[in-house]
């Protein structure tokens, strides 16, 4: 072993992990400041590179950003919230569609891009469908829904930074159980935030995309080493897979089986027994004795999951989220560094590798950690239905991944795979701090206020300016929102709406036929459904429930469940069909510009 490494293995509990992090975190400072060393001072080169990603950084980089906290902590703890379906519904449609998105959309946006000079989807999405108004209904819209977005990666950090840190300021910040002395989540997100509005600031859209394959490259390696790690401390894969066939077994299936529930009933009824007084000896003190109190740790049971069925129109209608990606805005700013459309062959290709080398690892964590004990103790001291051991704090499916790797137990290795996590999580919060304020500065000020007139030092100074904002607001929510939605449904219904603006963009790229008043129909039926569907579920939890992402109709006397992405975009391709047959066509000029001479 290194000196270095043996020194940190010497350091208080919780301090190891924190030197790492902030080694981590050191790195990026200083990849931001190699970045600012070749930026050129433009507004072109501070948002979209100068349009010169060659295709390992694109690859990389867009892939970093897409693979955010919700691949890593949304992911294993959806795995251990719902079972193994949540790779089906969302990592195998993810791998296929957004490939094809990246070929059939990013491709001719990109085309698009470098010929007529456009750094946002506003840009382009004015002149095609020949509204300057359109923008003011987009923007807003844009701007909503990429803050959860953003949201989600700041609670990831906070969460894995105060999970990893356990220990280490003991007498400073206090707390209880297992993140007692832990950096808290207030500070954690607040250094993860500034260290990604720094290092952005430093070196715009190169900064990002350096950062992004970085980060990349870190997470892709400590996620296998973290899986085999897990694995090898609960006694191989095997053996893990084993303890959930015993206490969870529904959580291997998509469905639910009568033995599911009956082994559920016989787990739930023993660790109820172990939660009752014991009885007392002849010989004892009357003092009652809990045998899975905290004074007696050693004798917790596991509490099982309530079984959870996932029916075949759910996990279908999942297929609709990965459009999403069409329409993020971050990712269209990527799809504009790039420096050839030959620059995408490797994206498509690689991406779906990429997402299953992820997420794999991460929902069989995710599995095993409804199960996993170490110690004669369970990892996770709760379940989605409560806390397990009595007193214990309940973290939530955010916290899951985190505690996994705590449990390892190596102060070295813990620290190494926090800050693999940690690298995932970041990986796609610096594109969209850039992307908004990029979008605020083009399509707003510059094209509103300025008329489409400001110099380039203006937009530089604007767009980073607009960037502090978004940081400083994203952190406040990210502290209002830490225990009110977890990852996984915060991120479905974003996903939600930013699918529902895919047949604009399809149709404004493929059909001709597509008019103004189409678009607009299309926005505000995809988008209207989605408010409606959100408003009404959370209602009726008083806005204190997990925000559940799937709606529910009853056809033929069967409640049927899917996600609202699905109706979003069936009514907004309806809309956008309908309205623009029954509405004059584009101008020849505009339809040539777009689609060619016939």
């Avoid at 993810?94 to 840009?123: D, E, M, N, P």
């Avoid at 459309?341 to 409804?370: D, E, K």
């Avoid at 008329?451 to 406040?476: E, H, K, N, P, Y």
């Amino acid at each position: 072993m290194l000196p270095a490494a043996l020194l940190l293995a010497d350091l208080p509990p919780g301090m190891t992990q924190l030197w790492i992090i902030v080694a981590y975190l050191a790195a990026l400072i200083l990849l931001g400041l190699a970045s600012n060393s070749v930026f050129k001072g433009t507004a072109v080169d501070y948002f979209v590179a100068s349009r010169g990603v060659g295709p390992v950084l694109l690859v990389l980089s867009v892939f970093g950003t897409t693979m955010t906290a919700f691949a890593i902590q949304g992911s294993s703890g959806e795995a251990w919230a719902s079972g193994v379906g949540v790779y089906g519904k969302m990592a195998s449609w993810s791998g296929i569609v957004h490939a094809a998105c990246f070929f059939l959309i990013g491709v001719r946006l990109w085309a698009l891009g470098k010929r007529y000079g456009y750094q946002t989807q506003i840009q382009f999405f004015r002149d095609r469908f020949e509204s300057s108004n359109i923008g003011l209904l987009l923007f807003p819209i844009l701007v909503v829904l990429q803050m959860p977005y953003i949201i989600i990666g700041i609670i990831g950090s906070g969460t894995m930074i105060e999970t990893a840190t356990a220990g280490a300021f003991p007498e400073l910040f206090g707390g209880a159980g297992v993140t007692k002395g832990a950096i808290p989540f207030w500070l954690g997100t607040l250094l993860a935030t500034g260290v990604v509005w720094l290092y952005v600031s430093l070196g715009g859209a190169r900064a990002t995309a350096w950062a992004n394959a970085l980060q990349t490259v870190i997470f892709l390696v400590v996620g296998v080493v973290t899986f085999w790690a897990v694995a090898g401390k609960l006694g191989g894969a095997d053996s893990a897979t084993k303890m959930v066939q015993e206490y969870n077994p529904s959580k291997l299936t998509r469905g639910v089986t009568p033995e599911h529930q009956q082994i559920y009933k016989e787990k739930l009824a023993i660790w109820r027994a172990s939660t009752q007084p014991a009885p007392a000896p002849a010989s004892a003190s009357s003092t009652p004795a809990f045998s899975a109190s905290p004074a007696s740790p050693r004798q917790a049971a596991l509490r099982p999951h309530a079984p959870r069925e996932m029916t075949e129109l759910e996990f279908f209608s999942y297929g609709m989220i990965p459009l999403s990606v069409a329409m993020f805005p971050h990712l269209f700013q990527l799809w504009l560094t790039a420096r050839s459309a030959r620059s995408f062959r490797l994206t498509v290709t690689l991406h779906p590798l990429l997402v299953m080398v992820i997420w794999a690892p991460c929902i069989a964590i995710g599995i095993w950690a409804t199960s996993a004990i170490v110690n004669g103790q369970p990892v996770i001291p709760y379940t989605p239905q409560g806390e397990t051991i009595p007193g214990q704090r309940v973290l939530g499916p955010n916290a899951v991944i985190g505690l996994m790797v705590r449990m390892l137990a190596d102060p070295v290795v813990g620290g190494l795979l926090a800050a693999g996590v940690l690298a995932a999580i970041l990986g796609g919060m610096d594109a969209q701090f850039l992307c908004l304020g990029s979008m605020f500065t083009h399509d707003v000020v510059d094209h509103y206020a300025s008329g489409d007139g400001m110099s380039d030092r203006q937009r530089l100074l604007t767009g980073r300016i607009f960037v502090v904002l978004v940081v400083l607001a994203s952190w406040l929510l990210a502290l209002g929102l830490k225990s009110v939605q977890p990852i996984f449904g915060l991120a479905v219904w974003c996903f939600s709406g930013f699918s529902a603006l895919f047949p604009l963009v399809f149709a404004a790229l493929y059909w001709k036929r597509t008019t103004k008043w189409g678009a607009y129909a299309s926005i505000a039926a995809g988008i209207g459904l989605g408010i409606y569907y959100y408003v009404d579920i959370n209602r009726k939890t008083n806005w204190s429930g997990r925000g559940e992402p799937l709606v529910h109709y009853q056809l033929f006397g069967t409640d049927i469940g899917v996600v609202p992405a699905m109706p979003m975009v069936l009514l907004a391709a309806l809309a956008l069909v309908v309205v623009s047959l029954i509405t004059p066509r584009p101008a020849a000029a505009t339809l040539e510009k777009f689609f060619g001479r016939r």
